[in-house]
């Protein structure tokens, strides 16, 4: 394993889709082979870092960056399929089910999106997002399960919200921020709050 920058870097997120490598630095993709060295396949230049990790959906890429953006680039050549603007910084991984798109802004609302027009279905408002500090990179990802999205929110709550029309379905206040992705087991849903505490709530009932 390389101990190069590029793997020290903490902001450095990949996906990978048959021969290409994305890396969510820029945007830049590289193709790969075993018989030859990697080349770059194309750039894509954002106004902002990147702290999301890019997801491949068919011929697509999604990802959010720090200018607020949340892009979808054509994964042969690099370039924008569409763009949709929110009110705050993309700190967090996309999840994606059949053609809708979701992820989280530091305006505060959860989106989903259509993935192929970029049309909004619907939005979920929390009630707001904040830093804890200079090192709080990352907002929650959501996570699907069951046709609800799960996430965390800078209001301290957990959320569990229909997929299908945005309704909330419960939320769970914990003691502070909580900025990690969920993930579910055996009908519980496990989650870390900044209060130093790790949640085993019910998917159901929260």
Known sequence: CSKGPLMRHSNIALAISG???LLASGVWAQ???????????WKHHTD???NSSPIVEGA???FGGFDSVFYALDIESGKAVWTFR?????????????????????????????????RKLWAFQTQGEIQYDFADYY???????????????????????RSSDGVKLWNFQTGAIVHGTPAIDGGRLFVGSFDG?????????G
């Not at 505490?197 to 009932?205: M, P």
Request: net charge negative; glycine share 10%.
């Open 139 to 161: 907002h929650s990802s959501p996570i699907l399960f069951g046709g609800t999205v799960f996430f965390g929110s800078g209001d301290g709550n957990v959320y569990a919200v």
């Open 197 to 205: 505490t790790l949640y085993a709530l019910d998917v159901e009932t």
């Open 31 to 41: 193709t790969v082979s075993s018989a030859a060295k990697p080349e770059v396949a």
């Open 86 to 118: 929110t009110g705050g910084e993309i700190r967090s991984t996309a999840a994606v089910a059949q053609d809708r798109m979701f992820f989280v802004s530091g305006d505060g609302n959860l989106y989903c999106l259509d993935r192929r027009s970029s």
């Open 60 to 62: 697509t890429v999604y």
């Open 48 to 50: 902002a870092p990147i």
């Open 19 to 21: 021969a290409v490598v």
